[in-house]
């Protein structure tokens, strides 16, 4: 065991691993922590816990991690390159290994000029990329960046992200074998709509046979209203929605538009469980955390093995 | 080249506030190009720095010189002869002039009149586009000749982020992905093999100053200690 992080035995032991998502409070509000994590109790497998998502300021995502553990929750710590340098970065993993945080999830970050202060610096001193290797090289070196040695490794799981979608579509999978070659454990893929793609990308991953070398989860979004959806596929950059996901919506009444989307949502993950190289199921509702165990429930992903 | 743009009237006016007699000095080289700050430019903000004072009791005098390269100190010498007739210095060169203007001459203030933003290329009249960082570590060699460190928003060296959006960034529909572009270059050259492998982390160099002695000049630097 890299970890010996609940997912990382899920993963293991060959079960389809479901986990979900908790963003961080925008204040010191511990009570909003707790209404969120409720829901999510014994429904997932890990939570993502965000980091200064969409740029925006809230509770640091290693302080939350650790509510989510006094919560009964598995964390996955996000990092993200914008706001913090190799220092910083390295020192917060080690607090956060310290700390019995086993997950960790790599990323570059939304740029500044998103959130609510656009105004300030990004350092990205290291790229996603290079954040990986560097988390791999602490944990297997038992070295810093520096190559100096360090007093007791960090014990991480380590997760990266993919985006199977944007062009050059082509470079997609070698961007994936990258974050592979860089140390990943896992991956969770950007919120799937268009499974047509999705479907392209992961023959592609499973004949260059990246699939045996990491656990790829698919993001699921379930969409909330019609309105949601086209919000999606105009607004969000590196989204992919197709046509047929927003005609769908728009074939039902406005009450049952939710229902519509939760029912896609389930449709996909049943996909996902048959398809060959897709690991588990990253699931992204979007300030609908109390919908989390109805889709669990619907989805059939209940009772979560107990590994 | 070097480009600047002008300061807004009104931060000028406030910079030099309460000084009498205001020497403003163009630089003939990079901002003259990018018509920010050479001669051209002194005589437009003069003309207008006296027209925006014809109301006020408090007169001031406005002074004016160009030399070829604020950034070089025999240049910064040709003026030596008019400087005891100011109380301050209004310099229109790049950051880097202005400093060695104040470095120059130490006892009067020396004041920015333009910002300066980026080193860049002219892609036509009056439009200039950022190209360098100046980060220290040429990659260009190896990312087909487009600079991931000024082209992408975030410097990614491994990239492109999930926010590339049909080829362009996600700040901005206007500006290309850059690694977009450098995938497209480097597939057309058949180099792609350049960028299978990942970039380690990067040397900050420019994250303290620099100084530059280029070979065979070693020797001159220590005698001027």
């Known amino acids: ?24 409070p925008r204040g010191a509000n511990i009570e909003a922590i707790h209404k969120k994590a409720a829901p999510l109790k014994g429904m997932v497998d890990a939570v993502n816990i965000t980091d200064n998502q969409t740029a925006v300021v809230r509770m640091s995502s290693w302080a939350a991690s650790m509510f989510a553990i006094a919560e009964g ?31 960790m999830l790599c990323l570059s970050g939304d740029h500044m ?57 082509e470079w997609r999978i070698y961007r994936l074998a990258k974050k592979i070659q860089a140390g990943a454990d896992f991956i969770q893929t950007q919120c799937v709509f268009n499974m047509e793609k999705m479907r392209e990308w992961i023959h592609r991953a499973n004949d260059m046979g990246l699939t045996e070398k990491v656990y790829i989860l698919a993001g ?32 039902v009444e406005k009450t049952k538009q939710a229902d519509e989307g939760i029912k896609i949502a389930c ?37 979560r093995p107990q590994v | 080249m070097i480009v600047a743009e002008r300061k ?25 190009v990018c ?40 240049f910064l010498d040709e003026i030596q002869h008019m400087v005891g007739g100011y109380d301050a210095i209004l310099s229109m060169a790049c950051g880097a002039g202005i400093q060695f203007m104040a470095e120059r001459y130490p006892d009067i203030p020396v004041l920015p009149g333009v910002n300066t933003v980026f080193i860049g290329v002219n892609k036509d009249v009056g439009w ?27 410097s990614l060296f491994n990239g492109p982020c999930g926010g590339t959006n049909q080829q362009s960034c996600e700040i901005n529909s206007d500006q290309p992905c850059a690694w977009h572009m450098i995938y497209t270059r480097l597939a057309r050259q058949g180099r792609l093999d350049n960028i299978m492998q990942i970039f380690p982390a990067n040397d900050w160099r420019n994250q303290r100053p620099q100084t530059l002695v280029q070979p065979g000049y070693e020797e001159r630097k220590a005698a001027a200690k």
């Open chain 1, 1 to 24: 065991m890299k970890s010996g992080s609940t997912l990382e035995r899920i993963l293991t032991a060959g079960h389809f691993a479901f986990t979900g998502e908790l963003g961080p």
């Open chain 1, 73 to 103: 929750l598995e964390p996955n710590y996000q990092m993200v390159c914008r706001d913090r340098n190799r220092l910083a970065m390295q020192g917060d993993i080690l607090g956060a290994s310290a700390h019995g945080i086993r997950n």
């Open chain 1, 113 to 169: 000029q998103f959130g609510d202060h656009p105004q300030s610096k990004g350092v990205f001193d290291i790229d996603s990329i290079q954040l990986i290797q560097m988390v791999k090289k602490m944990r297997d070196e038992g070295q810093f960046l520096n190559g100096q040695e360090i007093d007791v490794p960090p014990k991480i799981f380590i997760g990266a992200a993919a985006n199977p979608f944007a062009e050059p579509f």
């Open chain 1, 220 to 251: 699921v979004t379930p969409m909330k209203s019609l309105g949601m959806a086209r919000y999606m596929k105009t607004k969000v950059p590196g989204m992919d929605v197709p046509d047929h996901i927003i005609d769908r919506l728009k074939g």
């Open chain 1, 267 to 303: 449709e996909q993950i049943a996909e996902f469980k048959e398809m060959k190289g897709i690991a588990g199921v990253h699931l992204m509702p979007i300030e609908w955390e109390h919908k989390v165990p109805e889709i669990a429930e619907r989805a059939h992903m209940l009772p």
């Open chain 2, 8 to 32: 807004p009237f009104d931060e000028i006016k406030q910079l030099i506030k309460g000084y009498k007699r205001v020497l403003t000095v163009g630089c003939g080289t990079c901002v003259a």
């Open chain 2, 35 to 74: 018509l920010a700050g050479g001669e051209k430019e002194v005589g437009v903000l003069n003309a207008e720095l006296k027209l925006g004072q014809k109301t006020e009791a408090n007169q001031a005098t406005f002074g004016e010189a160009t030399v070829q390269r604020q950034c070089d100190v025999e």
């Open chain 2, 128 to 154: 200039y586009e950022e190209r360098c960082k100046a980060c220290g570590n040429c990659a260009l060699g190896v990312t087909g000749g487009i600079c991931p460190v000024t082209m992408c928003a975030k």
